[in-house]
Structure formats: C-alpha cells, structure tokens
C-alpha cells in the first residue's frame, strides 16, 4: 500500500493536496497528489512503497489544516461484485492488518455520497464479522490498535486501508456529529464547540473549560460563540457594537460592550479565554490575536481566518508562520493549530495556547 487517502470539505482538494505535498516534501517523502475537483477526498501516491506508512506514522495528523481524516490505502477496488463484496475487502487487508481496533465503512463528504452511505451502515455488519472470524479485526473494539477504513467513492467501489488510533481523527468520516441547541443565539454555535472538539483533548475540558472562567468574545453579535462560554458558565466580555442575544444577557454572564473588537483593550488581568468571529482580513485578524497573546492578556484564543478565493493553503501558512514568528520573538512559547473544521466554509479556524511567559525559565502562572 503505497497510497495516503486524505478525507477534505468538497471543493477544496487543491488546498489538501497542496498541504501533503508541502508537509511530505518536508520529511523528504515524495510522491504526487491526484485531485478530482468537488470528490471530497485526495489521493497522494509515493514513490517508495513503504513511505505511505512512514507518512502517516510521522506526519501529526494535528499539523494538517485541510485534512479530516488520514489513512494509508492500496489500489481501488473497482466493480465489486453484488454477491460477494466481503471477500474482496478482506482479501485487500489480508497480511497487511492484524487485530485492528475497530471498522469504519465510510464515503465522502458529498451530496452524491449520501445514498451511498445507506449502503455503507448495512455493509458494515457482515463486513466486521467476516474481518473478524479472519484476525483482522479483533472480536471487540480497541482504541489501542490500527483503524480500519474501507472508503466507498461509488458503487462496488473503494479504498481499503488503515489508520493509526494516536495520529488520526477519531470521528467517523473526521466529522464529529453536533446538535444545534434550539436556544442558541446562531448556527455559528457550533464552529465553537466542534473546535472545543477538535482542539482540546477530552480529559482536559475540566481544567481549560472550567466555570467561572473569564473570557473575551470579539465580533460576539448575536452571541454564538458566546453562548458555547456560557454553557460552559464562564464570565464573558462580549464585544461588538451590535446587540446581543436577549436570551445571553440574561444569564448574568455577560458584559456587552459596544466597541469595535480591534480597538477594544481588556481592563482584567485574568482572561483565559479569547475567542473571535469577524469577518475581516486574515491578516487583520492574525495580528489582532498575537497582539493579545504577546501582551499576555488572554492564556488560550480560537478564533477564525476567513480564506480568499486563491491560494487558501498558502495566505493561511504564512499568517500561521507570521504568528509563530512573533511570539518566539517575544520570548513566547505556544502551541497553534489550525483546521478547516466541518461547520467552517471558506474560512480556517485557529488554536493558540500560551505556554510560557515571556521570563525564559519561568512558567505563567496568573491563569
């Protein structure tokens, strides 16, 4: 299997391949990306066979923006027949998985796919017995071991191939499944939780979701990010010269402050979170965030770049670097993701949590 599959948002396959070729290029794997435009998926062939592997071993799966999901495959399965699609796939797997963690029958993000994925639910069934009874799949679910994907692009045809359960996403399709609340604010709600998702591992919610929290919300009108805060019973400083959501302001939770988010400065000194929403610039807005981290007044931010109509993958790396840049200069230590998260559109959003304070050797501990 020499072959990465990389699941992305239709329509931007030439972002995700151009992020592969850079990031392989990078640890000196090379191979080239084919691209179907509006598939939902992008193929990156290597070279050297076993370079797949090497990639998607190395390559933090936390370090790609475009990408949902990351899994090394083989050759297309093509016109597998109606009475027997099992016997292929497992033949596919035979000698290359061993005790797999668990199974996932997936398609693309499409709305071709749909009907599809019908079909992928009840193919799943006799698809992990027969994977099973062969020793590809253990007899229960493992988080410890390879997941096993079998990608379906059409009828009787698919990707087979696996993933590794600490360097790949851990939702079906890379998509996780978000209820939109009935009293929220907005649908942009959920760009928030899905990063809270996404960014911030699970068992550490406790300790960096915590109640009674201080938070900044800039461009907060009508509140969808807001509410997420104060679901979570933070205190927050809601920026933005239009209104908020009645609803919100009767929490008792929430400051408005009608300001514009660029020209509005914090008068607390125990902000944790910032979090941000407008539509501007990227550049505007990555400078805007740095500014805050550098000076110290907020410990983590989420916020989101809206993307232009070209060169999305780079506009995004250099503003990503620009902030990198600036922080080390300042003696500041952070941690900076980015993804195109499932609720996102032409836009990336954006994780960065200070780590140290600008003394080397010396932790910050105000939050």
């Known amino acids: ?22 990031k392989a290029t990078q640890r000196e794997v090379f191979g080239f990306a084919r691209v179907k435009e509006d598939s939902g998926y992008v193929l990156f ?24 999901q990351m899994v090394v495959v083989g050759e297309l399965l093509r016109d597998l027949p109606p009475e027997d699609r099992v016997s292929p796939v497992v033949g596919m797997l ?24 019908k079909f992928c639910r009840k193919f799943t069934v006799p698809l992990r017995a027969s994977l099973r009874s062969s020793n ?9 071991r390879p997941v096993v ?11 087979v191939g696996y993933s590794y359960p600490d360097n790949n996403s851990t939702f079906f399709m890379g998509i996780p499944r978000l209820k939109f609340p009935s009293d929220a604010p907005s649908r942009s709600t959920l760009k928030l939780e ?20 201080y938070a900044v919300d800039l461009g907060a009108c009508p509140g969808g990010w807001t509410y997420q805060l104060v679901q979570r019973s933070m205190m927050v400083d809601a920026i933005d010269n239009g209104p908020m959501a009645p609803s919100l302001m009767d929490t008792g939770q929430v400051t408005h402050h009608r300001e514009d988010g660029f020209k509005y400065r914090p008068t607390r000194t125990n902000i944790y979170w910032l979090v941000c929403d407008m539509v501007e610039k990227p550049v505007r807005v990555a400078n805007l965030m740095t500014e805050w981290l550098v000076n110290g007044w907020c410990r983590e931010a ?17 503003n990503l670097a620009m902030m990198n840049e600036k922080l080390k200069a300042s003696g500041i230590n952070a ?28 932790r910050d501990e105000r939050y």
């Not at 590809?136 to 410890?144: C, D, P, R, V």
């Not at 993804?339 to 050797?361: F, K, M, N």
């Open 1 to 22: 299997m020499n072959k990465v599959l990389l699941y992305c948002r239709q329509g931007f396959e030439k972002e995700c391949a151009a992020e592969i070729t850079d």
């Open 45 to 68: 062939e290597c070279y050297q066979h076993e370079d797949a592997d090497k990639l998607v071993r190395e390559l933090p799966f936390s370090e790609l923006i475009f990408a949902r």
């Open 94 to 117: 035979t000698g290359v998985v061993e005790k797999g963690g668990e199974l996932r029958v997936e398609v693309p993000d499409t709305n071709q796919s749909k009907e599809l994925l």
């Open 136 to 144: 590809i799949l253990l007899n229960y679910e493992s988080a410890k």
């Open 149 to 159: 994907h079998v990608f379906f692009i059409a009828p009787g045809c698919c990707y």
């Open 194 to 213: 899905e990063a809270f998702h996404v960014f911030i591992p699970a068992d550490e919610w406790d300790e960096r979701l915590a109640s009674g929290m």
């Open 302 to 318: 989420i916020f989101n770049l809206k993307l232009p109509m070209k060169k999305r993958y780079e506009e995004v790396s250099q």
């Open 335 to 362: 941690q900076i993701n980015a993804r195109q998260l499932y609720h996102d559109r032409e836009e990336v959003t954006v994780h960065v949590r200070r780590i140290w304070s600008a003394t080397p050797g010396r």
